[in-house]
């Protein structure tokens, strides 16, 4: 009776041990969910605005590039189209016209990396492109 008694006393750390590496386990692991679906959601928004850039093209005739910036920012949610280093280019001079949305996303991350995740499956930029043939006229 009394070896069982020590054996408990000797093991009464190893719990709080164990729930620390599979809670830290845990926090890193919902924290990279989470930055990977920050990065797809926002690489996903950024193609639905550069398509809408583009429809605006065969919607209406003689638009401008900055009808089309318009149209796009008007298309990206509020943290996205305010955000700084965002290009949206379209020149209207060729055919077919490809609309190109390039964000910098290292600098305006909506959450923070991690410091041991540098580079580690993050862009550091994300390109949305989406062509359309101008209508002849």
Do not use: C
């Amino acid at each position: 009776m009394k070896r069982i008694r020590i054996k408990i006393h000797q093991q009464q750390g190893i719990a709080a041990i164990e729930f620390a590496l599979i809670f830290t386990a845990l926090i890193l692991f919902l924290y990279g969910i989470s930055t990977f679906g920050m990065v797809l959601y926002t690489q996903h928004m950024l193609t639905r605005a550069a398509e809408d850039g583009a429809r605006v093209v065969v919607q209406f005739n003689n638009v401008t590039e900055g009808q089309v910036r318009a149209t796009v920012l008007e298309s990206m949610s509020a943290p996205w189209k305010d955000s700084p280093g965002l290009q949206v280019t379209s020149p209207m001079n060729t055919n077919p016209v490809i609309v190109t949305i390039t964000y910098p996303y290292s600098a305006n991350a909506l959450l923070p990396r991690l410091p041991f995740t540098a580079n580690w499956m993050i862009p550091d930029t994300l390109r949305a492109h989406a062509t359309v043939t101008k209508p002849s006229l």
